[in-house]
């Protein structure tokens, strides 16, 4: 029986039970927990605030943070890695605590949407900065929560909630032809409590080929009915960009159009016994082209990818007096077609609304989820534990668990401590993506890792700290590596990699009664150390990792409407890269930025404001060979009605 039969079995079989559970136990309601919740797609996953590290970014923080875009807000977390290719978010991967940029979960209001193509394409989200009400950073493992390829931690993005009655626009514009436009609105019709908001941004860039042009579209829709709440999010987003230097040096004149669309549909009901079933549909569509203007004689033409991700899940809450324990499954299926990446199709598709293109090649994998786990507080100490039993068709079944566990051991201080497995399963583009420099590996296992973290938090008078130190045994861990000498990368499950990590953290928040000239500080340090077991390889990613980075910031009133803000990060990165002009490797040399931002409420409806990027007009490397822009200056306007 294949996989994906037998998924939708266990689906149904879930609903029903769902179902009748309802049924039994009374009115509809909504969970309420009073604990730190991070929403997974398929569960909201309890972590108590005690036991685990969860990073937040409220609506009030993003807004007094210099950026243009989430991947420059994300940028301030000290154990996430942001390597820009481009500028204002156009393309970024995202890595924390060491692992590689295919080892971070994205969700998107607690639905995964990371891209089975690549991890390249996992931060292509269908909103724009000024609909985010809230960033949750998970800061390690949560395979056991939010299934596989939450290897080293998971980021949901949070959008504003609906139905308010209110309306917002923002103008931004600056340098080298850059302009944001954003217009947004919440509303009710009857019970039926709707979001809707609209994005579209573009660039001349700054160098050669660092143009970009973007258009979104958002809208999320909640209503209570008789049989529940039913809930519906979808978004649409298209851009273009120019690619200088982004794969290959060789060719700097890149260009990339992606295409990508989100549709999610949730019912949740119950009153003691409470569970929530949801559909969703990614799809993701990119045309590549290694030659913008001119091509070579020998180039064939562009290469075209379109995936598509459709999964259903249900979850069950059952509370009881000390905490909830939960039981959830989700089915996913994963496709691809391609000019490139896959396995041969019998006969060609065309590319829709791209002439004389064709998809030659396609691959299909479905997977089944099955999740458990319970969470609860007792007095000074609270224990959350919980297992995944997975199967990804062609890769077989495994077993996935965790505990963390937190104690209050003195006056506002906290010690947590925890254990959990994780795994990440490879990318169509890690196992099938050949060019004349690069051979894929269809044999590829899937990644493994087990992770010990223990540390303190402190919470009082308006400080928050904490400290926490890891280590993680990854097993099977893929790369794309090449012998010194040699012209071809590969994509090969390289080896087993140790990484040793210290972490810390500092906030602080003026208190209203206090009389100072600074109201807010925050600080934070992460040290990773990452030793290998194989053979001498050059690695493209994941030893090319930040071995020290650290973040500090201030936020200075200048008047009782007006604030300045300062963020300061330092990068040191280990590994190496090619350089084009040398043809040799070259060492990644440590690096300081620095942005402010100028807040300044006009009225209670009305804001300005202006930030400046790269304040000292650094030069410094990202990723090796790919140009990023010096200082950049840009001024907004906001508007609440």
Not at 256 to 264: M, P, Q, R
Not at 329 to 355: F, H, M
Request: proline share 3%; with cysteine.
């Amino acid at each position: 029986m294949k996989i994906f039969h037998f998924t939708k079995i266990v689906c149904l079989s879930v609903l029903i039970m769902a179902r009748c559970l309802t049924v039994a136990a009374g009115n509809p309601d909504t969970l309420k927990i009073e604990e730190v919740v991070v929403e997974g797609q398929q569960l909201p996953g309890v972590y108590p605030d005690m036991a685990r590290v969860v990073h937040s970014f409220t609506r009030q923080t993003i807004e007094r943070l210099p950026g243009a875009s989430l991947q420059d807000i994300l940028e301030y977390v000290s154990a996430l890695d942001i390597r820009q290719r481009g500028s204002d978010g156009v393309q970024a991967d995202v890595s924390m605590r060491g692992g590689s940029f295919e080892q971070v979960l994205i969700l998107l209001n607690g639905v995964r949407i990371n891209d089975p193509q690549t991890g390249h394409h996992n931060l292509n989200i269908p909103v724009n900065v000024n609909d985010i009400e809230r960033i949750e950073i998970l800061k390690g493992p949560g395979s056991r929560i939010h299934g596989p390829n939450a290897f080293s931690g998971a980021i949901n993005i949070i959008t504003r909630e609906q139905g308010s009655g209110s309306i917002s626009a923002a103008i931004k514009a600056g340098e080298y032809g850059y302009y944001d436009l954003h217009a947004s609105g919440s509303f009710n019709l009857g019970t039926i409590e709707n979001y809707i908001s609209f994005g579209k941004g573009s660039s001349d860039g700054f160098t050669s080929n660092t143009d970009y042009d973007k258009t979104n579209l958002f809208i999320k829709t909640r209503g209570t009915t008789g049989i529940g709440i039913i809930g519906l999010q979808a978004g649409y987003l298209e851009k273009g960009f120019g690619a200088n230097n982004f794969y290959s040096s060789l060719y700097p004149d890149q260009y990339e159009k992606i295409k990508a669309s989100f549709t999610h549909v949730s019912w949740q009901a119950g009153g003691r016994l409470k569970h929530r079933h949801s559909v969703y549909h990614r799809r993701h569509r990119d045309r590549f082209e290694l030659f913008r203007y001119e091509s070579e004689p020998w180039y064939d033409g562009h290469n075209y990818h379109m995936t598509d991700v459709y999964g259903v899940n249900s979850i069950l809450t059952v509370p009881w007096s000390s905490g909830t324990f939960y039981l959830g499954t989700e089915a996913r299926a994963e496709s691809i077609l391609s000019s490139l990446l896959g396995e041969p199709l019998d006969s060609p598709l065309a590319v829709k609304n791209e002439k004389g293109a064709f998809y030659n090649y396609h691959k299909k994998r479905n997977q089944l989820n099955l999740t458990t786990g319970t969470s609860m507080t007792a007095g000074r100490f609270s224990v959350s534990a919980g297992a995944l039993l997975t199967a990804t068709e062609g890769a077989g079944w495994g077993l996935y668990g965790g505990l963390d566990v937190g104690a209050e051991i003195g006056r506002n201080v906290v010690w947590f401590s925890s254990w959990n497995r994780s795994l990440r399963i490879p990318s169509f583009t890690e196992m099938y993506y050949t060019s004349p420099v690069h051979r894929g590996n269809p044999g590829l296992t899937h990644e493994e890792s087990t992770t010990l973290e223990t540390g303190l938090k402190i919470n009082r008078n308006n400080w928050r700290w904490h400290l926490a130190m890891f280590k993680r045994n990854g097993f099977n861990i893929i790369d794309w590596v090449k012998e010194e000498e040699a012209l071809i990368w590969e994509s090969r499950n390289i080896t087993n990699l140790n990484t040793l990590g210290t972490e810390i953290s500092i906030a602080w928040q003026r208190p209203a009664n206090l009389r100072v000239p600074v109201r807010e500080l925050r600080a934070g340090y992460t040290f990773l150390d990452i030793t290998r077991q194989s053979e001498y390889y050059i690695s493209a990613y994941v030893l090319d990792y930040l071995r020290h980075k650290l973040v500090a910031g201030i936020t200075i009133p200048i008047h009782k409407k007006a604030d300045i803000t300062l963020m300061t990060t330092y990068q040191a990165r280990a590994g190496t890269f090619t350089s084009f002009t040398t043809n040799s490797e070259v060492s990644y040399d440590p690096f300081i930025l620095v942005d402010a931002l100028l807040n300044i409420s006009i009225t209670e409806a009305v804001r300005i404001s202006a930030d400046i990027s790269n304040l000292l007009n650094t030069g410094y490397v990202d990723i090796g060979n790919v140009p990023v822009p010096g200082r950049w200056i840009r001024a907004g306007i906001y508007l609440f009605m």
